[in-house]
């Protein structure tokens, strides 16, 4: 009985003393292992949190609602399917109106108050340099789909900041190269004085530097400008055979309807303006002088000539429809909206892949993602590339032929 | 050259229409009217509404347009300069209530009719016209015709008729006019409705030139004022002779200077005008009391 009890005790004993040892170590690995505390947060994850920021009022409304209605009709296909690990998304969009620091302030209430898990937009520029060092700083994975500044993708400064839309320097590379491979002679650059202009300024004549070239003619003009007959002269006084437009619609349209005074349009020049061309402002006030302007779009939201749209991008274009109602696609830019659209699969494929809504482990499978089949284009990441899209994913399409807001294919 | 100079007279012509109601309520009020360049925009907002979208006639539509932006005028007087009594002087609360004002204008617009530009037809039709070898639309003729007939019209009202001697009057004193047995607030509220209707055709004559949407008329605003300036504030000639001039030589400058700049030489243009004649062209010449 004694030895009995001696060797109950002396087991006893140290299994107190190793379970003494453990505890306190347990509570340290469990502080410190984010893998366990991850493993506890997803287990207890009851939604996931997807903030949007775009300017849905004022001026640029129709980028917030490229943001808005892309990220909704993603969100609603998602949560249908059971959502993201299981768990349901839920998106909490804002209005910045284009005001960097309401921008901010935005983004501050949906991190602190919304606890958000994931970010994207916002719509302009500006305001995403005002709010990706707070986004970044708090590690919210960030997906832009619509601003298009280069500099807003750096992997080392903003290592949580990724993107879905084609960057105007690759649009800048990509009409450069083709007015050039093209044979054309005298090529203008056409932009506006402001940071957009300015940056698609610089990336043209960098495009030009590589390929040998230089511009036949700069023409700069102030956002907003009513008489363009000065731009237009310029260019027609140079001889330009080719004039790439940095120009947002409105603006494009009054060079255009410029040109067409000093009889100056397609096929005696080409015109070629990146996507912003494309907003059905251009078409609409340019009128007769928009027939034969080019324009970048992605190559998955063309179509060919006497054929159907492609079923997929229908598909959206219907979601879209049915949701907003019919004259949507008149209300936004179709291959922006699913820029953003691709956006929230994107952030879905970063968290399924590893299973963690940490992130970090999130930021790691997005970089892994080397062709991801999104809807605007197919997705290339990697650690040291954050810009999902390139040029490889850019045709020609011609701006007064579209349907539902997609172009036909000229190339 | 005479496409640019051509291009300048029109772009001129608009300025001077801003200047044109710009003066007239500083003649009776001795304030500048800070949302004018709104009430032009509503103005074409309403005649985007009344010709294009519900189909009704041109002239029909020109008139409702007139009338309604009148009546908006009225209420902004009310609202805006009413409150601070005859001796506008006096405060500065005009100021921050017409710039006030403006910004709510555009708000507005913003959220009824939108926030993209929206072509409006050029009278005359959209086929360019070839006169002496410059290729234009009739509309651009129909701007300086017009603009030209509007200048001369207050010319004549304010110098040749009763209505011309009451503005002159109340621009003088409120309260001798009253004394005079004539309504100040009555010639007031005239000049404000009068200022909403040239607001209206401005409107109409901007649209097809600078497409209608809520921030139309945000650049073009603010050159009506300097054309006011150049000219002489409160002079219907000067307003007219400011306002050509403003555009002529801005559309000259651009055939030497890269189109970017062209906003600055706008104002430099401006800025040198009224340090040669600070009182503006026709304006009347400061006198230092002793």
Known sequence: MEDVSRRKFMKLSGAATLAALAFPAGILAGCGSPQTQ???????????????????????????????YGTTIAVEEINAKGGINGVPIRLVIRDDEADPTKSLSLARELVTKEKIDAFIGPTNTTCAKAIQPYLNQNKIIHLNGGCTGAALINEKEF???FRTHINDRDQAIFMVKRAVNKGRQKIAMVHDTSALGSGAKADMEAAFKQMGKQPAVDCSYNVGDVDMLPVARKIKDAQCDSALFFTLGVDGAQISKALEK????PPKIELHGYTSVGQPAYRDLAGSAANGTLVNTPTK???KENEPLPARQAALVKAFEDKFGAKVTNEIIFATAVSFYDCAYIIKEGVEKNKSYEADKIKGAIESITNYDGANSNYKFGPDKHDGNDPSQLSVGLVT???KGMFQLVE | MFQALESGMVMGSIYALLALAIN???????IINFAHGEIVMLGAMFALTFIVTSGIPFLLGLILTCITVAIVAVILYYCTVRPFGDKLGNSLGWLMATLGAGIVFTNIAMLVFGTQPKAFPPIGGSELVKIFGIKLLPHDIWVLVITLLIALFFNVVLGKTILGNAIKATSFSHSVTKLMGISSQKIVLTC???????AAIAGILISPITFVGPQMTATIGLKGFGAAIIGGVGNSKGAFAGGLLLGILEALAMTQVTPGYKDAIAFLIMIIAISIKPEGIFGVAYEKKV
Do not use: H
């Not at chain 2, 007239?24 to 001795?30: A, K, P, R, V």
């Open chain 1, 401 to 403: 032929k579209y349907t």
């Open chain 2, 24 to 30: 007239i309520i500083y003649s009776t009020t001795g």
């Open chain 1, 38 to 68: 991850s493993s506890n947060k997803e287990s207890d994850k009851k939604e996931f949190v997807i903030g949007v920021i775009g300017a849905m009022t004022g001026a640029s409304a129709q980028l917030g609602n490229n943001a808005k």
């Open chain 2, 192 to 198: 404000f409705a009068m200022s909403g209707i040239i």
């Open chain 1, 159 to 161: 290592p949580y900041s």
């Open chain 1, 262 to 265: 000093l009889d100056y349009l």
């Open chain 1, 301 to 303: 939201c063309t179509y």
